[in-house]
């Protein structure tokens, strides 16, 4: 049922996603209902208090997400998506963690757990995605 033959096909397709790509956005892992995606974080990901920027967070749940979604049906579009931010991640690497909820005929649910690299909860993110 994936519409990627393989990692690397997929790999290939979201070079497409310049703004995740080139902000250091890989994906590590994927299979017909799960996707790891990480990022290594450096000083252009901050904010101006010194930590993680909201949208650096957001950006690597919402590629997960529409790697996972496009590996269930392609092409799939972002619906409605919603983010809880549950702590300031410490280290250097984040890690999204997209797990499929519900797929059907025209919609699919995803869940996505974005971590730091000691396992720290940094946020959750809920996607629905639309089948075009």
Do not use: W
């Not at 310049?18 to 990480?38: H, K, P, Q, Y």
């Not at 290594?40 to 010194?50: D, I, S, Y």
């Not at 702590?87 to 690497?93: C, D, F, L, R, W």
């Amino acid at each position: 049922m994936s519409t990627f033959n393989s990692l690397e096909e997929a790999r290939e397709y979201f070079k497409g996603d310049t703004f995740a790509t080139e902000n250091g956005m890989v994906i590590e892992e994927l299979r017909d209902d799960f996707c790891c995606c990480s990022m290594t974080l450096n000083g252009n990901h901050k904010n101006a208090n010194g930590g993680i920027m909201g949208g650096v967070i957001f950006t690597l749940g919402d590629f997960a997400f529409a790697v996972l979604s496009n590996q269930i049906h392609r092409p799939t579009v972002a619906q409605q998506v919603s983010i809880n931010f549950l702590g300031a991640p410490k280290g250097e690497k984040l890690f999204s963690k997209a797990v499929l909820k519900k797929t059907g005929r025209t919609s699919t649910v995803i869940n996505v757990d974005i971590t730091d690299e000691n396992g720290r909860d940094v946020a959750q993110f809920i996607g629905s995605g639309f089948k075009l």
